[in-house]
């Protein structure tokens, strides 16, 4: 008698179905490679959308009008529910929130450096509504086509809202392009202190990119780093022009052969010392997050006794 033994599907059977557009779903054979890789990436990719609430969480309750309060907080609510579909995308991979909120507190997990800018004016819900979320949607419209199936859907519905948010963002620019001479003093300071920051988000240099080779196969990313990046700059700088907002950097110009525009060499060292943890307001985010998630213990508590209610009394039904 010969045992029965189901044999494992290979990595090569693996890749030719990455090869083949398919989606890989939760209850696939994956390499445990490729599911860290994911469970690192979404879930950098959700801190990101919470740990953004708060810069924005800042201006709720002081926007100029009613409706721009209303405006801001529909948007930053739609990024709590960002990190909800993200959170459960990740949890599909077999690690539970808990886990991945732990490894946000103990700084094993990152999330995306921008976030550690100040918001200080006004003008600043504008160009992280405009420049942020556009950023934001230029790698994110490239991530619907993910390889893997729970985190592409996802990526549908937050392109979606994001869009949402990068016109709100670039309302708030365009009215302030045509106020006081304060007012624009004040929206060209703020793209001042936004631009590089943005430009960051992308990530190091094709070249320098631990990840990227391998994510590419494995079609987790579709696009290199700096091919969105380039992308982004291409459309804000038209988007900046068209208002009357100067883009800070000298060496901007419009290259008629490449047919897109050259730009100055990002500042790599700030970039490091942020995403290490000393960025302008890397302490303050973390705590924040920290205090609102131990204050928030007994909502998680009463959910999981409601929840433990609920199941025994359909068990005692059936
Ligand atoms: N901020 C913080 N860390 C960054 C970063 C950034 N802007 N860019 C790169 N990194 C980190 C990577 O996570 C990686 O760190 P690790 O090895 O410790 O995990 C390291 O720098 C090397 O970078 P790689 O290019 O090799 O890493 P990736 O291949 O993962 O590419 C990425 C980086 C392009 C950010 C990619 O992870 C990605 O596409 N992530 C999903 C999108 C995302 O996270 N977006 C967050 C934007 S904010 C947002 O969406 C909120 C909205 O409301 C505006």
Not at 9 to 28: G, H, L, N
Not at 62 to 67: D, K, M, N, Q, V
Not at 86 to 99: D, H, K, N, P, Q
Request: glycine share 6%.
């Amino acid at each position: 008698m010969t045992d029965n033994v189901v044999a494992l599907p290979s990595e090569e059977q693996f890749q030719a179905r990455i090869d083949a557009e398919e989606k890989i779903e939760p209850k696939d054979w994956m390499p445990e490679k490729y599911r860290q890789t994911l469970i690192r990436q979404i879930s950098q990719h959700a801190h990101s959308e919470v740990i953004g609430e708060q810069p924005e969480g800042n201006w709720i309750s002081r926007a100029p009008t009613l409706e721009r309060k209303a405006i801001l907080l529909a948007k930053v609510q739609d990024e709590a529910g960002h990190g909800l579909y993200l959170y459960s995308a990740a949890e599909t991979l077999g690690i539970t929130r808990e886990e991945l909120i732990d490894r946000l507190h103990k700084g094993t997990s990152k999330y995306a450096s921008i976030f550690n800018y100040p918001s200080i004016t006004w003008a600043d819900i504008g160009a992280i509504g405009w420049l942020v979320d556009s950023a934001a949607i230029v790698n994110q419209v490239s991530l619907q086509n993910t390889s893997y199936g729970p985190y592409a859907r996802a990526m549908v519905r937050i392109c979606k809202e994001e869009s949402f948010h990068q016109r709100q963002g670039y309302h708030i620019m365009m009215t302030l392009m045509e106020g006081s001479d304060e007012q624009k003093a004040m929206a060209q300071d703020s793209v001042n202190r936004w631009w590089w920051p943005a430009l960051m988000m992308f990530g190091p240099h094709d070249g320098e990119s631990a990840h990227s080779a391998q994510n590419m196969k494995w079609k987790i990313k579709r696009r290199a780093n700096d091919d969105l990046r380039q992308q982004f700059v291409d459309q804000a700088v038209q988007q900046a022009h068209a208002i009357g907002l100067e883009v800070p950097d000298p060496d901007l110009k419009w290259n008629e052969e490449r047919g897109h525009y050259d730009f100055g060499a990002i500042d790599w060292a700030e970039f490091e010392r942020v995403v290490s943890g000393n960025g302008p307001c890397n302490r303050q985010r973390l705590a924040h997050h920290v205090k609102a998630h131990e204050e928030g213990a007994w909502v998680r508590e009463a959910m999981a006794a409601y929840d433990a209610k609920r199941r025994a009394r359909k068990a005692n039904v059936a």
